[in-house]
């Protein structure tokens, strides 16, 4: 069974910190990573895509991928209210035939405290 | 705009009443997928599609049905709905299964009674 585990929180960040997201996987075929956000009731929206070992920075947010460990992180600076939701981690999940689509995490409910 | 839309957003009815929810996005992607959110259970994929005609299960089909005849719409279909089939429901595409960002569908909230 592949899996994607995340801590499910909540965790709770002052406003204006950084707040650090944590993602193990169980594929060591998988080779790429997404982080999506998703507020109540909302649909998953794509935060970040990471592919290679390292850092990906866009604005506030930096993904970091590990493939050795299997560890995907996604770390959010100058974390703001509208940050407040809940993330998910992806990563795709593969058969014998080849890949069949993303297995998430089941989230990690982020709150910003103003 | 690009975009995945689903009908209905809101759907109440009683066990064994046959539903389809369905799917249509306009980016001509060759992927389809829908999901199944549920609270401590997270996003559970049902059913998927590769391309047109190419259909196959997830992690959690029993109890639907899914067909692809033309490469934008997606329906899922619910013979006979039970009330485990409560759920909030997405539909996503992609251009492919691993490696392309998912685009999602604004979820359909069902509720079987």
């Known amino acids: 069974q592949k899996e994607v585990e995340q801590n499910s929180g909540p965790l709770s960040v002052p406003e204006g910190a950084i707040a650090s997201l944590n993602c193990t996987y169980s594929?060591?075929?998988?080779?790429?990573f997404f982080w999506y956000r998703q507020y109540s009731g909302k649909s998953p929206e794509l935060i970040m895509s990471?592919?290679?070992?390292g850092d990906k920075e866009d604005g506030r947010f930096t993904a970091q991928l590990n493939k050795a460990s299997q560890y995907v992180s996604l770390l959010i600076r100058d974390s703001q209210p509208s940050d407040s939701a809940t993330y998910l981690c992806a990563a795709p999940m593969y058969s014998g035939g080849g890949a069949d689509g993303l297995t998430f995490g089941k989230g990690t409910h982020l709150i910003i405290q103003p | 705009e690009a975009q995945v839309t689903q009908n209905p957003r809101y759907l109440i009815t009683v066990t064994g009443k046959k539903l389809t929810v369905t799917c249509s996005q306009n980016?001509?992607?060759?992927?389809m997928s829908w999901y199944r959110q549920d609270p401590g259970l997270g996003l559970r994929q049902i059913y998927y599609s590769m391309n047109v005609e190419v259909t196959d299960k997830g992690d959690v089909p029993e109890g639907y049905k899914v067909s692809r005849k033309e490469k934008r719409n997606f329906p899922l279909i619910l013979e006979s709905p039970s009330p485990n089939q409560t759920s909030l429901y997405f539909c996503?595409?992609?251009?492919?299964?691993?490696?392309?960002?998912?685009?999602f569908g604004p979820g359909t909230r069902l509720t079987v009674t």
């Open positions: 980016m001509n992607h060759e992927y």
């Open positions: 594929d060591r075929g998988s080779q790429s």
């Open positions: 996503a595409s992609s251009w492919g299964p691993d490696s392309y960002e998912q685009y």
């Open positions: 990471i592919y290679s070992n």
